[in-house]
């Protein structure tokens, strides 16, 4: 690593490859990851990426957004979403994304929350799709530096200015690299869960960081729980079971193998239909059930292959019997505040994906909208660095300047976390008239 580049990227999953790909091809550009380049929440999507498909879906669409988000959502930047997205998946197709499709055209499917079938997929690993292409484009870059095993303790921050970050690299050396912006693309904060399926190194590092400079933060107490993920007796990450499963007909029963919800709600009341069901059965899960989706002609095997798998390992066979599903956290809707453009509070720094809330989500994320949002706001945010690049003059930083920044460990940031989010669930109560 050098000491001073013209942008640093922190992350590598979809939203920093993509912020990575749309800097302009003169700039020197340096892409970290805390852990292997492959590590990212994206890469565990597995359902698939909404789109636009006519023009007459857009009212629909939108509707559904901001339903499922209790109308909570910020309107324009969901319009801005929906309006971009089109866009997204033909640059997704030239980049070798390879979306299912039968006879030439796209297969589009269906997941809870959604009035149509608007969903692009490959298999049940769209997000390993996604960003393995994307960071094979990155890797053929010759302006874009990759390091992995590199982690971002601090940013350098001089009158609410950006000017870089403070690093610990492999060897645990603790360093200053200069540069004229910065980009958070961290990803979410499950790792601070007990159950969670986020990798477990996604603490929210840059949140932990945004308090420590009082950059703007907005609705880190949205903390989405996903209703299905694999039950199991093992400590770890949470296994998904995609909501598209559900999507194309898996139903939900209770422990006497009654059906006791409907399976296509948004995710919170399908949680909540869970939770509460569990409490009634006195059990530590409830069933779920993919024959129904084998009485439609669809090979499960061939649809979900690496759900099969798994629940193969698990001593579960989906095809012959129900396979017990727990829910766990899933997705953060909140964290860095961010206009349009992705750009924060502070001059010269952006967040883009899962570490940033530009309020598309609102209160509870509609299925699937994360990897298209993820893309559109690093897209935008990439872009307004280019123009501002262009016309900005910026300060030369002295390699040899020192910054002080101490690590903070993983239980202090924990609890930092924690206190943040249960002020900001505790402002939204006062505000909706409830109380403890």
């Known amino acids: 690593m050098k000491r001073e580049y013209d942008v640093i990227v922190v992350g590598?999953?979809?939203?920093?490859?993509?912020?990575?790909?749309?800097?302009?091809?003169?700039?020197?550009?340096?892409?970290?990851?805390?852990?292997?380049?492959?590590e990212s929440d994206s890469f565990?999507?597995?359902?698939?990426?909404?789109?636009?498909?006519?023009?007459?879906?857009?009212?629909?669409?939108?509707?559904?957004?901001?339903k499922a988000g209790h109308y909570e959502n910020n309107k324009k930047s969901v319009?801005?979403?929906?309006?971009?997205?089109?866009?997204?998946?033909?640059?997704?197709?030239?980049y070798g994304v390879d979306f299912n499709s039968k006879d030439g055209k796209l297969l589009f499917t269906r997941?809870?929350?959604?009035?149509?079938?608007?969903?692009?997929?490959?298999?049940?690993?769209?997000?390993?799709?996604?960003?393995?292409?994307?960071?094979a484009q990155v890797k053929r870059r010759e302006n874009i530096e990759i390091v992995e095993k590199t982690s971002m303790l601090d940013i350098i921050n001089n009158?609410?200015?950006c000017e870089g970050i403070v690093v610990?690299?492999?060897?645990?050396?603790?360093?200053?690299?200069?540069?004229?912006?910065?980009?958070?693309?961290?990803?979410?904060?499950?790792?601070?869960?007990?159950?969670?399926?986020?990798?477990?190194?996604?603490?929210?590092?840059?949140?932990?960081?945004a308090l420590k400079h009082d950059i703007k933060i907005k609705d880190i107490s949205y903390i989405q729980i996903h209703p299905t993920t694999l039950y199991s007796e093992k400590k770890g990450r949470r296994f998904l079971i995609s909501e598209s499963v559900r999507g194309e007909g898996a139903l939900l029963y209770n422990q006497k193998y009654e059906r006791f919800t409907d399976e296509l709600q948004p995710r919170d009341v399908?949680?909540?239909a869970i939770l509460e069901q569990m409490k009634k059965d006195g059990g530590k899960s409830v069933w779920l059930d993919m024959r129904p989706i084998m009485k439609k002609g669809i090979d499960i095997k061939e649809r979900f292959p690496n759900i099969v798998k798994r629940c193969l390992e698990e001593g579960y066979d989906p095809e012959k019997e129900c396979i017990p599903v727990v829910p766990a956290q899933h997705y953060f809707m909140g964290g860095i505040e961010v206009d349009l453009k992705s750009s924060t509070s502070m001059k010269n720094l952006y967040a883009v994906g899962e570490t940033s809330c530009n309020g598309v989500h609102g209160a509870n994320r509609l299925a699937s909208n994360s990897l298209l949002e993820s893309l559109v706001f690093s897209e935008r945010a990439a872009l307004d660095i280019n123009e501002r690049l262009l016309k900005e003059e910026f300060y030369q930083h002295s390699i040899d300047e020192k910054?002080?920044?101490?690590?903070?460990?993983?239980?202090?940031?924990?609890?930092?976390?924690?206190?943040?989010?249960?002020?900001?669930?505790?402002?939204?109560?006062?505000?909706?008239?409830?109380?403890?």
């Open 168 to 209: 610990k690299d492999s060897n645990e050396k603790i360093f200053n690299i200069y540069s004229k912006m910065v980009v958070l693309a961290t990803g979410g904060i499950g790792g601070i869960f007990e159950n969670s399926t986020n990798f477990p190194h996604l603490t929210g590092d840059s949140l932990g960081i």
């Open 79 to 94: 319009e801005v979403m929906i309006n971009s997205s089109q866009d997204i998946i033909r640059e997704l197709i030239d």
């Open 159 to 161: 009158n609410n200015n």
């Open 270 to 272: 399908v949680t909540k």
């Open 403 to 436: 910054v002080e920044s101490r690590e903070l460990s993983f239980e202090e940031l924990k609890e930092e976390l924690f206190i943040a989010i249960e002020k900001d669930k505790r402002m939204k109560e006062s505000r909706n008239g409830f109380s403890n």
């Open 44 to 66: 565990l999507a597995q359902g698939g990426i909404c789109v636009l498909k006519e023009k007459d879906d857009f009212s629909s669409f939108f509707e559904d957004t901001l």
């Open 12 to 38: 590598t999953g979809v939203s920093g490859c993509f912020t990575a790909l749309h800097l302009s091809s003169n700039l020197r550009i340096l892409l970290i990851t805390k852990e292997k380049l492959e």
């Open 111 to 135: 997941e809870g929350a959604h009035s149509k079938e608007r969903i692009l997929y490959h298999e049940d690993i769209t997000g390993e799709e996604i960003t393995s292409k994307l960071l």
